[in-house]
């Protein structure tokens, strides 16, 4: 059973940090491209960032120069970490492993950026 379990969301000050983690089970990590996508309330889920399998990312102009995203394949974990957040910012975050036509979702994550 294919599991992605993501944790670290939360409740932020603007211009706060946050780290949002992601561990997989039941797949062979290392070949899988891993992302972070978000959903904010009435929105439709946009891709945030992504890291392919031997390391190279991309950012979403919302988030590029504010966020980092990176893996350990020897842990299973893709983590995306992000700074100077904006309440613009809240939204759930959700996870994504794909490989060729399989792709898998975890159940999401809530942050929320409020003073």
């Known amino acids: 059973q294919v599991q992605l379990v993501e944790s670290g969301g939360g409740l932020v000050q603007p211009g706060g940090s946050l780290g949002l983690s992601c561990v997989a089970s039941?797949?062979?990590?290392?070949?899988?491209?891993m992302a972070w996508y978000r959903q904010a309330p009435g929105k439709q889920r946009e891709l945030v960032a992504t890291?392919?399998?031997?390391?190279?990312?991309n950012y979403a102009d919302a988030v590029k120069g504010r966020s980092t995203i990176s893996r350990d394949n020897a842990k299973n974990t893709v983590v995306l970490q992000m700074n100077s957040l904006k309440p613009e910012d809240t939204a759930v975050y959700y996870c994504?492993?794909?490989?060729?036509?399989?792709?898998?979702w975890g159940q999401g994550t809530q942050v929320t950026v409020s003073s």
């Open positions: 994504n492993a794909r490989f060729v036509s399989r792709q898998y």
């Open positions: 039941g797949i062979s990590f290392n070949p899988y491209a």
């Open positions: 890291i392919a399998s031997g390391g190279s990312t």
